[in-house]
């Protein structure tokens, strides 16, 4: 009798051993799966910027780009601007 205690209890610790193993598995590829769609939504975010700025496109730039910009020239003059037409004109 006792010998099948033991038995049912390494069981059962092997059995919550697996479960908690697979969870581990299983939130870890969520997490890589998540850092994939990411990764992919920023590569297409900046193919589309560089291609804006390829073209010379001011207006798919601007909407690229959040419409609160600081920007620093090249004569380092910092210009505030408030709204996707001001980001256009700079």
């Known amino acids: 009798m006792k010998m099948r ?6 069981a059962g610790l092997g059995i919550v051993c697996v479960l908690a193993s697979s969870s581990l598995v299983f939130a ?3 997490r890589i799966s ?3 769609s990411d990764e992919r939504a920023i590569r ?3 193919t589309r910027w560089v291609e804006a700025f390829k073209n010379l496109d001011a207006e798919r730039l601007a909407a690229l780009e ?4 600081q920007a620093v020239d ?9 709204g996707r037409s001001e980001n256009e004109k700079l």
């Open 5 to 10: 205690n033991k038995f049912f209890r390494l």
């Open 44 to 46: 297409s975010l900046i």
């Open 66 to 69: 959040t419409p609160d910009v």
């Open 28 to 30: 870890g590829r969520q």
């Open 74 to 82: 090249r004569f380092g003059v910092l210009h505030l601007l408030s």
């Open 34 to 36: 998540s850092m994939a």
